[in-house]
């Protein structure tokens, strides 16, 4: 037992120099400027690149994240709220002092792919460089075509408002250790081409697993859970699971299912609402057929899952579920129907809908709460709306027809509390 | 010959009466399941009338949920607006427009400006008459010694409001009222600049944010209560809503 008298000065000699080489290690790199760009300036300003930049970013979703509430497009200006404090988003019009106009696409490129800044600073991952870094050179390119091709916007982006050791951005080195594989996106020959192009999407420039996938206590998303749902953090909505196999959030929605969602907002299986509502009218609805039917095709692919424990069954799961539905029979069943079948095109049914069904209870406690109106797209332009409940209902009411809701038909989730229901009565709408 | 011919017509009549029975079968069958979903813009715009009331008629109870019948078009368009741009703040409302496009906006706007519904008293705070006779003097006279307009010069000699974007303060509630005014003050309600009604809220003390809030609240309601016609007012500011830039002053 004489090596155990060395193994603790061992460990602790590992751990300061591991946390030297956190905190001081790796040196910053210059940026590249656009006169030594390998890329032409004139080449940038090819209208065809720009427009299909601009579908590109349109894809992307770039605006959702990069645009303020009430502020020009593309400008960032706000911030982004973490469970590890908030991220300034940065303006990404080609303004010289407060944007994108001294970058070149090398700089551009060297943060798409490798999640560096422009001085080589690590960037922190609430910029999806995780999926990003699967975008290809070519489609780059052309994103940074069309950004260059906005109108300046002067406006400065806040700095970080991150707590110890977050604010170190070097221990962002640990970080991208655990969590993050640099490489482009590499086609799988035995799938079909449509396959691989809805991969492509999906796990690059769609950044879909950013959302539909669970964070650790770290906040990054493990490797070994793609698109398998989970709570998006702070915004505390729940994010489905993607796969249409045997026990997946979506089981059961055809290709068409999910390209209507995509394309509409609302599908014959359930409607986007929360965070998704504001994707398919920013982003997906304005998607080619071709892609979206790639995108289907793609997640028709996920394999099936492991059966959800089944939820227990409280003892006063049955009083909770009988009060629920005589509040569901009072305020719910004229729109969503009796049997929880909804009118279709019009409201969404609740007998199968995945996300009355997933795991937190999250989402449909949240929508009798908040209610809203369905996406408006190009195919709903004056899309129905559902009331709110939060001025109606008590916490015990919501509980109840939310618990009976998920319990009915064929639903068998599991009950939500009254406790649950106060919560995200204070939850942040944004 | 005759018999034949009647017999001949009777026979599509009656198959007429069974398709008819069995179309009016159907319908029920199908009503008692599920009832048609009107396509009206009043169904679809359940997330305003649970709150705002099926005619905008807003919710008495509670001096939140203002009243929004007969108030001008351009003005309710240009709230949702502002919430969208976060100009106005209220999580609910915030929520519920963010997406919504400019011509639906539109019109919604114009189903609550039409509505004709009676209005309904809120209660008022107890306040001393001296308090009503200073929000009664600024109502009609303003306080020049302070460049407070008159609540009149803008908002109508009866203050029904004005098309198309200024709205009307008579019948709403106290709380709603003095609310608002404060908001002002907060920086939680604003408006395209220049925000004249920013100004005029931050001329104002609190004790005449409560002075004129109770004596609009207390007000008779005019017997015609639309709002004035565009153009009959000049308004003593400049104001963002009515198309003016530059300096409120």
């Not at chain 1, 090819?46 to 400008?75: F, N, S, W």
């Not at chain 1, 304005?286 to 997640?299: G, I, P, R």
């Not at chain 2, 407070?148 to 009222?177: E, F, M």
């Amino acid at each position: 037992m004489k090596w155990l008298r060395w193994l603790l000065p061992s460990v602790v000699l590992l751990g300061v120099l591991a946390l030297a080489w956190m905190l001081f290690g790796g040196r910053g790199s210059r940026p590249t400027p656009p006169a030594a760009s390998k890329v032409a300036a004139a080449s940038l300003r090819d209208p065809a690149l720009i427009a299909k930049g601009e579908y590109l970013a349109t894809v992307g979703d770039c605006a959702g994240c990069h645009t303020a509430q009430g502020g020009a497009r593309y400008a960032g200006g706000r911030a982004l709220a973490t469970p590890f404090g908030n991220i300034p988003v940065p303006n990404i019009t080609p303004d010289r002092a407060t944007g994108l106009g001294d970058w070149s696409f090398e700089d551009f490129w060297q943060a798409l792919h490798s999640g560096k800044g422009r001085h080589g600073e690590l960037l922190y991952p609430a910029f999806s460089y995780t999926s990003y870094t699967k975008v290809s050179h070519d489609d780059a390119l052309a994103i940074f075509a069309y950004l260059q091709s906005l109108a300046p916007v002067h406006q400065p982006a806040a700095a970080p408002a991150l707590a110890f050791p977050y604010s170190v951005r070097n221990s962002l080195k640990a970080w991208r250790a655990l969590y993050f594989r640099e490489g482009e996106f590499k086609p799988d020959p035995a799938q079909s081409a449509e396959w691989n192009r809805g991969a492509y999407l999906v796990q690059g420039l769609g950044h879909c697993n950013e959302c539909h996938a669970a964070r650790d206590t770290l906040g990054g998303t493990p490797q070994d859970v793609h698109l398998s749902g989970g709570q998006i953090p702070m915004q505390n909505w729940y994010a489905p699971d993607l796969s249409t196999g045997k026990n997946g959030g979506l089981e059961g929605w055809s290709a068409q299912d999910i390209v209507d969602l995509l394309k509409t907002g609302q599908s014959a299986k359930g409607s986007a609402f929360g965070p998704m509502a504001a994707v398919v009218s920013g982003s997906t609805q304005h998607m080619s057929d071709a892609d979206l039917h790639a995108v289907a095709t793609y997640l028709q692919s996920l394999p099936p899952r492991a059966p959800a424990a089944q939820p227990g069954t409280p003892f006063d799961a049955r009083t909770l579920a009988e009060q629920g539905e005589k509040v569901y029979a009072k305020h719910c069943a004229e729109c969503h129907g009796k049997r929880g079948e909804g009118v279709a095109g019009v409201y969404p049914p609740l007998d199968g809908n995945s996300s009355v069904t997933e795991p937190s209870g999250i989402n449909a406690t949240r929508m009798v709460l908040l209610g809203g109106f369905a996406p408006v797209t190009a195919a709903n332009q004056r899309p129905y709306s559902m009331p709110p409940f939060a001025q109606q209902l008590s916490d015990g009411e919501v509980a109840a027809v939310v618990t009976y809701i998920r319990r009915a038909w064929t639903n068998q989730a599991s009950v939500v509390r009254a406790e649950a229901v106060s919560k995200y009565r204070h939850t942040p709408i944004d | 010959m005759k018999t034949n011919a009647s017999l001949h017509h009777a026979k599509p009549f009656g198959v007429a009466i069974l398709f008819a029975v069995a179309l009016c079968y159907g319908a029920a069958s199908r009503a008692a399941d599920h009832p048609a979903i009107p396509d009206t813009l009043q169904q679809r715009i359940a997330a305003c009338t649970s709150c705002h009331g099926v005619h905008g008629e807003g919710t008495p109870g509670s001096g939140y949920f203002p009243r929004l019948a007969g108030k001008p078009a351009a003005y309710l368009a240009r709230q949702m607006q502002d919430f969208q741009n976060g100009l106005r703040k209220y999580a609910p409302m915030e929520y519920t427009v963010r997406q919504l496009p400019p011509a639906y906006m539109r019109e919604i706007a114009e189903y609550f400006a039409a509505q004709q519904v009676p209005y309904s008293r809120s209660p008022l705070p107890p306040v001393s008459a001296a308090t009503l006779q200073r929000g009664e003097e600024l109502i009609g006279k303003g306080d020049p010694a302070r460049r407070i307009p008159a609540c009149s010069s803008c908002h109508g000699s009866q203050l029904t409001g004005v098309q198309p974007s200024t709205p009307g303060l008579v019948g709403l509630p106290y709380d709603y009222l003095s609310a608002q005014l404060g908001s002002w003050r907060t920086h939680t309600r604003a408006t395209v600049a220049p925000d004249c009604m920013a100004e005029v809220a931050n001329r104002l003390s609190e004790s005449d944010i409560t002075a004129v809030a109770a004596a609009l609240a207390s007000r008779e309601l005019p017997a015609d209560t639309h709002p004035q016609p565009a153009g009959s007012v000049k308004p003593p500011l400049s104001c963002g809503v009515l198309g003016a830039t530059g300096d409120p002053s």
